[in-house]
């Protein structure tokens, strides 16, 4: 199926950013490959979002590394989302906790982690961890020896 049959809205087409946290935003099509495992992985360097004390602004990299199986995320909707958090306030443990569970929701990979590198604030670097294996498969062990190997 060709995507632009998918419904996709946001890709090839002028999008609105949102000012707050979206996840509406986020589209996914038809992955062609389901019968192998193999890694997507976006690197986000630009990553935003306001402390939710302070309202000041952190910055971050977030890693997003997935195995698919029938979807898979549209890359300019993922990037409208990420943008949707520059305004929002959020721990950076939330964050990469909310985007691991929208993209779950989105998609059902069979794997998927979110790796958040926040630039210090006060001379401290928060570097957060999620991830998540489809339970009862392979997957889930995968998650459990990656978490506990780190």
């Given amino acids: 199926m060709k995507r632009d049959q998918e419904g996709l809205r946001a890709l090839g087409n002028e999008m609105p950013y949102a000012q707050d946290y979206a996840p509406q935003v986020l589209e996914s099509f ?14 986000c ?3 935003t979002t306001l402390c939710p004390i302070t309202g000041q602004p952190d910055f971050a990299e977030l890693i997003i590394s997935y195995i698919p199986d029938e979807r898979m995320v ?6 409208l989302y990420l943008f949707s958090f520059r305004n ?5 443990e939330d964050c990469v906790n909310v985007v691991m569970k929208d993209l779950i929701a989105l998609m059902n990979p069979k794997y ?3 790796t958040g590198l926040f ?6 670097s928060i570097h957060p961890y999620a991830n998540y294996g489809r339970p009862g498969t392979k997957y889930e ?6 978490l506990m190997s780190r």
Wanted: glycine residues 6%.
């Fill in 30 to 43: 038809v992955n062609n490959h389901q019968e192998n495992d193999y890694w997507v992985e976006f690197h």
């Fill in 45 to 47: 360097p630009e990553f």
């Fill in 74 to 79: 549209e890359s300019k909707s993922l990037k």
């Fill in 88 to 92: 929002h306030g959020d721990f950076h």
């Fill in 112 to 114: 998927i982690e979110v």
């Fill in 119 to 124: 630039t210090p604030r006060g001379g401290i």
């Fill in 141 to 146: 062990r995968m998650a459990e020896q990656r």
